[in-house]
């Protein structure tokens, strides 16, 4: 499969390169066996720095949408095509930028009476979708909440057969003649002020949900594997500030894991991430294994949204 | 009107203190948890038939922190029981012991009902 970011739009390309290579990007297409990400046109016109206008969390969640957007097309579409475009255009306000994107894929498409319930968590078309593409339909509800978070909104057209176009658009602030960096804007949401690149391990389904949902409400975004091999190969492939291990998992456990991690690292210790044990047992002894095995921390099963940011607001500051 | 749950059966104080207040998401949760925990049991019940001590121990630990996670303290407790007898070989208490949580988790699933968001 091949997939295309098309754009004409110098300032466009410009938010999309930046904001999906190389970072989302790459991996996610590597992973489902598709082409790498081809990029049109190469913006070389001045830009408008969009990037720098938006609060950081925005374009983390920017990204966490198209990421979202992109690797459902891609899971649903096994000919033809997926392309991603942006269009800006001017607000109302002079300072201000519309921002639509879409994502356009040649897929199965969605039955029209489907359409309704697309973006509520874990709906799926059907059970058969389920078994043969797999997912939870999870992404598609916290892209809404995320889109919606940054002031936006999320909209769908599809026809069975044919594929579907999911359209994000957001408003964004603009300056052409101050690119330079302004204070962000005061945010009613939970600023991010050093978006963490955080990875999630555990091996149970809702688990996995329920942290999923729990970074996303605190503002992050974050991949997701299902053992400790799956995180040896994660962390390879792409940077991040921090691990959260269940210490629990088949093939390879959370204590196995950042052993490996610990001694692969061990010459750029700097730039590992930070390891934090998520473990049900609070005994002492357990928490000498994790300490031994190389954590840097432990979180307490089951998760507690509020303990959570306490562990990743110390992380984003000891990090900055 | 319907009763409240109790709290030992499903915690939903406990669950939106640790969800933050956020009640489509528990929802949701709660009705994947609705859609999926019948495959659970039944491989840990065809576990529990064939005697495979790991398979039983990997299934009941999985379906503890489900139950963790979706703050269901007594299917918790039954899960914990289970694995732990698993865990030290102890054959003689596993259908007992697999019993008693599939009455326990017979009884939450009737309280929830099939509309969880009406019962938050």
Redesign the interface.
Known sequence: MRVLIADDDPIAAEVLVRTLVPETFDVQVARDGGEALRVLQQPDAPSLAILDWMVVGDVTRLRQVLLNLIANAIKFTREGSVTVSIETEQAVRADLVNLHIAVKDTGIGIPRDKLNRLF???SQVDSSTTREFGG?GLGL?ISKRLAEAMGGGISVESAPGLGSTFHVRITVRASADQPAREPAPQRTATPVEAPLRILLAD?????Q??GV??LA?LGYAADVVSNGAEVLQAVESRSYDVVLLDV?M?VMDGYEASRRIRAAWAAREPSRPRLIAMT?NARTADRERCVEAGMDDFLA??????LLRAKLDAKATAGS | MNTPISAERFDISDMR????A?D??IA??L???L??YRAQVSAIKTAVETHELDAIR?GA??F???A????FPRVMEASALLEEAAERGETAELDGLFARLVREVDDLVAEIGDEPARRL
């Open positions: 509520e968590a874990f939870t509800a091996d149970n389904l809702i688990n949900q329920v949902a729990l409400q629990q088949p049900a099963k089951p998760l507690d949204i509020n | 203190r640790r969800l933050g956020n489509a998401l949701d949760l009705r994947m948890f859609d999926s990997r630990h999985t503890k922190g489900t963790a996670n979706l703050s």
